[in-house]
Nanobody, 128 residues
Framework: QVQLVESGGGLVQPGGSLTLSCAAS????????IGWFRQVPGKEREGVAC????????LYGDPVKGRFTISRDNAKNTAYLQMSNLRPEDTAVYYC?????????????????????WGQGTQVTVSS
């Protein structure tokens, strides 16, 4: 069974840090570009960060550039999102997702419309 499971969310104060994990099972993450996306109620899901399966090239959404870092550990079949200098506006449910077709090694725009499989999401709340 193909599955993506996010973990690491929680409550953090503004300026704090969190690291999210996305563990894949039932398939090898090696062959898939993977990304992190977030959504707040009443808004569309948006791309946060994406990483290719070929050369590790990355794309970041403008709001998180310089603060978030996406990485992958193919040996552990896991992707990560390191988040620092968190702001209240980063509060959202964070989802990981793989590109819709393993023949593509990258996300073109790190957009949710490019995702083929989603995890269930993990809540991140930034509040004092």
């Amino acid at each position: 069974q193909v599955q993506l499971v996010e973990s690491g969310g929680g409550l953090v104060q503004p300026g704090g840090s969190l690291t999210l994990s996305c563990a894949a099972s039932g398939f090898s993450l090696n062959y898939y570009a993977i990304g992190w996306f977030r959504q707040v109620p009443g808004k569309e899901r948006e791309g946060v960060a994406c990483i290719s399966s070929s050369d590790g090239s990355t794309l970041y959404g403008d709001p998180v550039k310089g603060r978030f870092t996406i990485s992958r550990d193919n040996a552990k079949n896991t992707a990560y999102l390191q988040m620092s200098n968190l702001r209240p506006e980063d509060t959202a449910v964070y989802y990981c997702g793989t590109v819709f077709n393993s023949a593509r090694s990258y996300f073109a725009k790190c957009g949710p419309h490019e995702v083929g499989s989603w995890g269930q999401g993990t809540q991140v709340t930034v509040s004092s």
